[in-house]
């Protein structure tokens, strides 16, 4: 049974009033370009598709299906969130809450999971449909949005040509890949091409979060524990290392690695991953020992974002830890609230050059903005 807040998450229910905030902070300082680097956006044919099964994810993503609600009984008369609207408007009214926000661009990502839980012709259909909405919009909108292909896993070769029209073609700036794919991930053999197309094209794959596999769930479903509050971490966190200890990075590279939410807490960890890698872990299904540590493949070849992590003492490890390089800013618009984010980054009291780099500098390298809409400060 799919009841009202299904329906909601899925976009489905049109024209309800948005619920944007109207006092704004105040544009950036001349020269100081906010770039916002994992901004959801989502087509009304994807939410339709993933409406239709949701009443499959309960045997086949108990963790999803925990996302959605579909596990559980609801009242069918919640008020709808806010972010329901801004989700499917990549246009005017999304440019207005990035300007009360302060932020210049967004790099749009199609909103998690994605195309994934699609069998895989229809998976290839509606990326193709969603690169080509979003390409229509940066088309529209060059200086205010960037953006990100969507590409079925479900398809690995169909995703690498996918990934390639989307760089060369279309001029998105990399892939969105909301980890795994029924269970599997991308260090996988089957993935490859992927993973050699993204590292010929130097163009990047953000490694969105999703719940966690169904091999890994169960812990995470009695309370509700699936998504932002710690599952998608967990997920993602171990998706990431199994690509450090594949050995993939020595294979590929120019293989480049976006994760949002403060590195969804590798950083934290960089030490104590580095202690055990030495001591004998990460080591398995017969991969090659790692040219370096875990920790320099992870500063060389990741960048994190800081979406929904707008907390000073884990913003100043990161920087830290990684470098200045090595961190961009992101508001998860519309599922956090971008101005927050913005004004709890600018209070931290940074240095005016890590600041322009977090803001914007490391966006337009990792994700080659300076050709568009550069210059064009808001
Ligand atoms: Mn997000």
Redesign the pocket.
């Known amino acids: 049974m799919i009841n009202r807040r299904t329906l909601i998450r899925g976009g489905l229910v049109a024209g309800l009033a948005s619920q944007r905030i109207l006092a704004g902070n105040a544009p950036s300082p001349p020269g100081l370009r906010r770039i916002a680097t994992?901004e959801?956006f989502n087509i009304p044919e994807v939410a339709r598709a993933t409406a239709r099964i949701l009443p499959e994810l309960v045997s086949r993503e108990p963790g999803e299906a925990a996302v959605f609600g579909v596990d559980r009984p609801r009242s069918g008369d919640e008020a709808p969130p806010p972010w329901l609207h801004q989700l499917s408007d990549i246009g005017a009214g999304r440019i207005a809450d990035m300007d009360g926000a302060g932020i210049a661009m967004q790099v749009l990502l199609l909103s998690?999971p994605g195309v994934q839980m699609f069998e895989a012709g229809e998976a290839r259909e509606l990326s193709q449909l969603a690169n080509d909405r979003l390409a229509d919009a940066i088309r529209k909108y060059p200086d205010r949005f960037a953006g990100l292909a969507a590409i079925p896993p479900q398809d690995p070769a169909f995703a690498a040509r996918e990934l390639e029209r989307a760089v060369s073609k279309l001029g998105l700036n990399g892939a969105i890949i909301n980890s795994h794919t029924g269970g599997h991930y991308l260090d996988e053999a089957p993935y490859l091409p992927i993973l050699e197309a993204a590292a010929a094209l130097e163009a990047p794959i953000y490694i969105?979060p999703r719940a966690p596999s169904p091999q890994m769930v169960g812990p995470y479903l009695d309370y509700q524990m699936v998504g932002a509050i710690w599952g998608y971490a967990v997920e993602v966190s171990a998706h990431a290392l199994r690509l450090i200890f594949s050995g993939v990075f020595d294979r590929l590279p120019k293989l480049r690695i976006v994760i949002?939410h403060m590195g969804e807490g590798i950083p934290f960890f960089l030490d104590r991953i580095d202690t055990h890698y030495a001591a004998g872990a990460g080591r398995g299904r017969g991969s090659k020992p790692l040219s370096r540590p875990p920790s320099e493949i992870f500063r060389d070849h990741f960048t994190i974002t800081t979406?929904g992590m707008n907390w000073g003492p884990a913003l100043r490890l990161s920087l830290e830890t990684l470098g200045p390089e090595r961190v961009m800013f992101a508001a998860?618009y519309p599922?956090e609230n971008a101005r927050a984010a913005v004004s709890r980054i600018d209070a931290l009291g940074l240095e005016p050059d890590t600041l322009a780099k977090l803001y914007h500098r490391n966006a337009e390298r990792v994700f080659r903005l300076t050709a568009r809409g550069a210059g064009q400060a808001k």
């Open positions: 994992e959801g998690s969105h949002g979406s998860d599922f």
